[in-house]
Nanobody, 122 residues
Framework: QVQLVESGGGLVQAGGSLRLSCAAS????????MAWFRQAPGKEREFVGA????????TYADSLKGRFTISRDNAKNTAYLQMNSLRPEDTAIYYC???????????????WGQGTQVTVSS
């Protein structure tokens, strides 16, 4: 299975932007759908969005459409999450995950990164 490591989190002011990266190793990266999830304190893990193995199709949580963009570079075995117009409510730990399925359910993902903290100050 692919191993995943996220990076790029940090502290940003409301209205700012961040780009998270998810570096993969040890598996067939281009064959896997990649997703981003997030989890705020005291809340369940929430689907952010996903991208197909080829990168040709993406889907997002309705509440995040227009602000977040997922992309991937299969030559670099890396997936990205570009986050714009950040809000304090976007504060969470962000995880990338890999799956052989096309699903928004966390249960469908077999590989997870350790997570990266994103904090948005008001």
């Amino acid at each position: 299975q692919v191993q995943l490591v996220e990076s790029g989190g940090g502290l940003v002011q409301a209205g700012g932007s961040l780009r998270l990266s998810c570096a993969a190793s040890g598996g067939a990266f281009s064959a896997a759908a990649m997703a981003w999830f997030r989890q705020a304190p005291g809340k369940e893990r929430e689907f952010v969005g996903a991208i197909t193995g080829s990168g040709g199709y993406t889907t997002y949580a309705d509440s995040l459409k227009g602000r977040f963009t997922i992309s991937r570079d299969n030559a670099k075995n890396t997936a990205y999450l570009q986050m714009n117009s950040l809000r304090p409510e976007d504060t969470a730990i962000y995880y990338c995950a890999a799956s052989n399925l096309w699903t928004q359910s966390p249960r469908g993902y077999h590989s997870w990164g350790q997570g990266t903290q994103v904090t948005v100050s008001s």
